[in-house]
Nanobody, 112 residues
Framework: QVQLVESGGGLVQPGGSLRLSCAAS????????MSWYRQAPGKQREFVGD????????HYRESVKGRFTISRDNAKSSVYLQMRDLKPEDTAVYFC?????WGQGTQVTVSS
């Protein structure tokens, strides 16, 4: 069955960086676009960005453009979210998504 396992979250100070990973299995990863979402406390889950199956095309929500980068390694069936210059408003649980399948999420907290 489909499995998506996120990792790499944690506590970071404003201006810091984190790299999230999502290990995928149970489907043809190299043929699939992948997405990252996040959900802050008391807020709806929101789109962060996505990446095409080849990794050539990416899209981001406006608030993370220039700070976040999505990449992938098809040989490892993994997708990554590199986050730089983190802000308190980036605090959320981050999820990777394939079609209608979600991972369990990883918590990112940006606080001094």
């Amino acid at each position: 069955q489909v499995q998506l396992v996120e990792s790499g979250g944690g506590l970071v100070q404003p201006g810091g960086s984190l790299r999230l990973s999502c290990a995928a299995s149970g489907f043809s990863f190299s043929l699939s676009s992948m997405s990252w979402y996040r959900q802050a406390p008391g807020k709806q889950r929101e789109f962060v960005g996505d990446i095409s199956h080849s990794g050539e095309i990416t899209h981001y929500r406006e608030s993370v453009k220039g700070r976040f980068t999505i990449s992938r390694d098809n040989a490892k069936s993994s997708v990554y979210l590199q986050m730089r210059d983190l802000k308190p408003e980036d605090t959320a649980v981050y999820f990777c998504k394939w079609r209608t399948s979600w991972g369990q999420g990883t918590q990112v907290t940006v606080s001094s």
